[in-house]
């Protein structure tokens, strides 16, 4: 059992969502798997992993995101987990790894571990200590020699931004040098809030990197006291339609995660709500 138990705000909240759809005589625009960033219901995932899973997929989620503890599981528990949501009828879509993962000596312990769970995209979450222009060549080139390893599997490389890498320092931004020093076969997974809280026009991100914003976290963000990433989706800042319309034009985007960091709310009924709101913008069809 999970350790918080849905409230009925909650379940009015995910029939909502479940229940969602276009408006009579409106135009279904592109429609794209949306799943959930792990790490936004950590709490609960720490005391009951499958029911919280069961939980987010009953909310109406078509896949998930597994971040860095799975990377400790066996292959068993691995096996135990793809059966769950091959059951459930959801996907892992990728999983959030430490630089140590998409490194030479720990590469293919995550290629066994997301095979057996389906997933087809290695994202690199975070690059370790760099600082310097030289520290990011290297991040680069692990990047660039994963995704050459992945290509023959049919899988990818990928990395997830943080503010870190769109701000600019003595000159130098990591992410735009990331962007130019890998190969288009790197994913570079979009996490929005990040960039808007670095003050970085998230379009424009995405329009100039055509083909790459395979995925994005939808992580809201909003300027003032109390806000920032405590927003929910589609409360903060962030100029979402166009945002999306840019990823699913030119980025290039497969999948959408919805990712938050906390709120107002229990991080389940958080989950329920951002779904909720997603569902607003992007009707299903």
């Known amino acids: 059992m999970l350790g918080n138990k849905i409230t009925r705000r909650s379940f009015l909240i995910m029939s909502g969502v479940a229940a969602a759809g276009a408006l009579p005589g409106q135009a279904a625009p592109k429609r794209l798997p949306v799943g959930l960033e792990l790490y936004s219901v950590r709490d609960e995932l720490a005391k009951d992993l499958m029911g919280t899973v069961r939980a987010v997929a009953k909310m109406g989620y078509e896949g998930v995101e597994?971040?860095?503890?799975?990377?400790?599981?066996?292959?068993?528990?691995a096996r135990d987990v793809r059966k769950l949501l091959d059951e459930l009828n959801i996907r892992c879509f990728?999983?959030?790894n430490g630089r140590n993962a998409l490194e030479a000596n720990g590469l293919q312990k995550a290629i066994e571990l997301n095979q057996i769970l389906g997933s087809k995209s290695?994202?690199?979450?975070?690059?370790?200590?760099?600082?310097?222009?030289?520290?990011?060549?290297?991040?680069?080139?692990?990047?660039?020699?994963?995704?050459?390893?992945?290509?023959?599997?049919?899988?990818?490389?990928?990395?997830?931004?943080?503010?870190?890498?769109?701000m600019e320092r003595a000159g130098f931004r990591p992410m735009p040098f990331l962007a130019a020093n890998t190969p288009e076969s790197v994913t570079l997974q979009f996490d929005v809030g990040t960039a808007m809280e670095a003050g970085y026009d998230p379009v424009a991100w995405i329009k100039a990197n055509p083909g790459r914003i395979r995925s994005l976290h939808l992580k809201d963000w909003g300027a003032?006291?109390?806000?920032?990433?405590?927003?929910?989706?589609?409360?903060?800042?962030?100029?979402?339609?166009?945002?999306?319309?840019?990823?699913e034009?030119?980025?290039?985007?497969e999948y959408y995660l919805i990712e938050q960091e906390g709120s107002r709310l229990p991080s389940l009924e958080t989950a329920a709500q951002c779904l909720a709101n997603f569902r607003k913008l992007r009707p299903r069809e």
């Open 224 to 247: 003032g006291a109390d806000r920032g990433y405590r927003v929910l989706f589609g409360e903060g800042d962030t100029p979402w339609k166009a945002v999306l319309d840019a990823a």
């Open 94 to 96: 990728s999983t959030h």
């Open 249 to 253: 034009g030119a980025g290039g985007a």
């Open 66 to 77: 597994f971040y860095s503890p799975y990377y400790q599981w066996t292959p068993a528990y």
């Open 122 to 166: 290695i994202v690199m979450a975070s690059p370790g200590n760099a600082s310097s222009p030289d520290d990011w060549k290297k991040v680069a080139d692990i990047l660039t020699h994963a995704a050459e390893t992945l290509k023959p599997l049919g899988m990818r490389a990928g990395y997830h931004n943080h503010q870190l890498e769109f």
